[in-house]
T-cell receptor
């Protein structure tokens, strides 16, 4: 079982719709959870971090964490073509160790 | 100017050659990391360094070595390159006390023939 699992996609959504990206993790002791966005040919950049159960909102982005289910998600409201990218879920488990998922490719169709 | 730079950006080499990838940062961060990214496998940690005298192996360190020449410089070496080391390599940094946010360099695309 991979430590951090994501569906590689692609996930296609129409412009203006809500995109829902999901991630599960195996280490119950995980402390911190992140979403990075990576445009094609570019490096990852952090867009959201979440540390406690519940929702965290930042503009059009909402991160959701459920530690009991070992599940973290990212919602993108009013999706724009510029949101088309690969979204990497990352989890900090043991001491200072951050593990990345393979990423979900999102395509927003105009 | 970019805060985290990597050289070279692209490199093609042959099996058995020694190659060094370099990373420099102007962010003043203590912690530096080397990852490789492969399709279907995601980002995997090769080595990380929390300061100049602290270097640690990541999950896939075999075939690689590193050198932390200064706080701002962290180099990755492939002593004898092999084709399955063909990948996109990223350097990243994070500040002391906060390993949550990692700042990535632009990447080096390495091809081993």
């Amino acid at each position: 079982q991979k430590e951090v699992e994501q569906n590689s996609g692609p996930l296609s959504v129409p412009e203006g719709a809500i995109a829902s990206l999901n991630c599960t993790y195996s280490d119950r002791g995980s402390q911190s959870f992140f979403w990075y966005r990576q445009y094609s040919g570019k490096s990852p950049e952090l867009i959201m971090s979440i540390y406690s159960n519940g929702d965290k909102e930042d503009g059009r982005f909402t991160a959701q964490l459920n530690k009991a289910s070992q599940y973290v998600s990212l919602l993108i409201r009013d999706s724009q073509p510029s949101d088309s990218a690969t979204y990497l879920c990352a989890v900090r488990g043991g001491y200072q160790k951050v593990t990345f998922g393979i990423g979900t490719k999102l395509q927003v169709i105009p | 100017d970019a805060d985290v730079t990597q050289t070279p950006r692209n490199r093609i080499t042959k099996t058995g050659k020694r190659i060094m990838l370099e990373c420099s940062q102007t962010k003043g961060h203590d912690r530096m990391y080397w990852y490789r990214q492969d399709p279907g496998l995601g980002l995997r940690l090769i080595y990380y360094s929390f300061d100049v005298k602290d270097i640690n192996k990541g999950e896939i360190s075999d075939g690689y070595s590193v050198s932390r020449q200064a706080q701002a410089k962290f180099s990755l070496s492939l002593e004898s390159a092999i084709p399955n080391q063909t990948a996109l390599y990223f350097c990243a940094t994070s500040p002391r006390g906060n390993t949550d946010t990692q700042y990535f360099g632009p990447g080096t695309r390495l091809t081993v023939l």
